[in-house]
């Protein structure tokens, strides 16, 4: 009666020791919690974001481009002559003063005006578009990290289930060789397996408490607190042969960024017309300086003749971009679907092991059952319940292995498929 009593006190102990490893982690976090702090902390995102509002006042310049331009300018200068030293007073007039209000207003045709626009629209289409490509990078990021993580937490809470499991058999192990049904030296070897889960699982506790330190540095979380993870909440996509627009859609975007180039370039070769007027007063003071107000207008045209043959230059340099173009995107689509087979083939593959192992784990744990029985009659060896247990470890290690590297799988393919 006893020795039940001091069974159930040492058990009790250790309970309410791991009941306070996990008040320690009272806190419970889901993936969704990093993911949305990583989506607003990042600088590079907020970067994105500020060059479209910054394309959207480079939109706001054109327009108040095309208003008229207004302006004052007064230049006033004296150049004395001094015992006949001086500048000559025909070049100079001795002295010049002006105060004129000028208008300047350059006639831009419509062609020109839906060029540069469309120039913009691409510009920040293309900004949209690495917003949802650096979306899709760090949602990866942190969901691999966050993965990592959870897996190092399983093995955690797996070691403290051995670690109960060893410290419950201890116990009894330790009645039955003070009297004699164990050899002292089989009672001290499971005490240094004892002792070694004891230490697996202080390594694992400290490892997943950095594995979470490196989540909150790369969510840009400032947080230090003990937390628990739940499962991951991510799914195998429904499609798996997508066409991974998101991905594609900078080369359609870059093909546009062409063509419109070469309107561009069409356009500088076409006549610029602008129109000028100025109104106010200049005069050289020499004669009836009261009479010297007045206005001007003109009128200013720019016909391209030659340039040296810069447009097809231009052109032919465009020609090369968009062949680049063109091997890129057959190349990204021939990776993509090789990626996208190799990870399908890894995730079948992870699925079969961890149901194999599945199979084997039941026999394993019916085995550490009945061992158990013998083990607290004497009719077992330490050294075979021992192996026994080793091997439920290994396999319930593989399983996590591949469960994990199954969610890791499973996140490739999402990143991909986006």
Do not use: H
């Not at 490893?21 to 607003?40: E, I, M, P, R, T």
């Not at 499991?165 to 030296?185: D, P, R």
């Not at 195998?236 to 359609?252: E, G, K, N």
């Amino acid at each position: 009666m006893v020795n039940k009593l001091v069974v159930v006190k040492k058990i009790t102990i250790f309970l309410f020791g791991f009941f306070l490893f996990l008040c320690g982690y009272s806190q419970q976090n889901k993936l969704q919690y990093y993911v949305d702090n990583a989506l607003q902390n990042s600088p590079l995102l907020n970067d994105y974001k500020n060059q479209l509002q910054i394309n959207t006042f480079d939109s706001l310049l054109i327009r108040a481009g095309l208003k008229p331009q207004v302006n004052f300018a007064s230049i006033n200068s004296y150049a004395p002559v001094v015992k006949g030293y001086g500048f000559d007073n025909a070049i100079t007039n001795g002295t010049n003063v002006s105060a004129l209000i000028g208008v300047n207003k350059q006639f831009v045709n419509k062609k020109n005006l839906a060029a540069q626009f469309d120039n913009l629209n691409l510009l920040s289409r293309s900004i949209y578009n690495n917003v949802k490509i650096t979306e899709q990078d760090l949602k990866r990021s942190i969901i691999n990290q966050y993965i990592t993580a959870y897996g190092t937490l399983l093995q955690v809470n797996f070691g403290n289930e051995i670690k109960l499991l060893l410290s419950k058999e201890e116990v009894i192990l330790k009645k039955l060789t003070q009297g004699n049904v164990y050899k002292q030296a089989d009672y001290l070897a499971f005490l240094v397996t004892l002792q070694q889960q004891d230490f697996t699982v202080q390594q694992s506790t400290a490892q997943y408490k950095n594995e979470i330190a490196i989540l909150n540095y790369i969510t840009g979380i400032a947080d230090t607190a003990a937390v628990m993870l739940d499962e991951p909440d991510i799914n195998l996509p429904a499609i798996l042969d997508s066409s991974a627009q998101v991905y594609l859609q900078q080369y359609s975007i870059d093909s546009l960024k062409f063509i419109n180039s070469k309107r561009l370039a069409d356009i500088n070769y076409r006549p610029k017309i602008g129109a000028s007027a100025d109104a106010g007063y200049t005069s050289s003071l020499t004669a009836m300086p009261y009479k010297n107000f007045g206005a001007s207008v003109g009128v200013s045209v720019i016909v391209p003749i030659y340039d040296g043959k810069q447009k097809k230059i231009l052109y032919n340099k465009i020609d090369v971009q968009e062949k680049t173009r063109q091997a890129n995107k057959s190349f990204f689509l021939n990776q993509y679907r090789q990626q996208t087979l190799q990870y399908t083939q890894q995730l079948n593959a992870a699925d079969a092991i961890i149901n194999n192992i599945n199979a084997q784990l039941k026999y394993t744990q019916t085995l550490i059952d009945v061992n158990e029985k013998l083990l607290a009659t004497g009719e077992i060896k330490i050294t075979d319940y021992v192996l026994a247990l080793n091997n439920y470890i290994n396999a319930k290690n593989l399983i996590t292995q591949n469960k994990i590297n199954k969610f890791q799988l499973i996140n490739q393919l999402n990143y991909r498929t986006k």
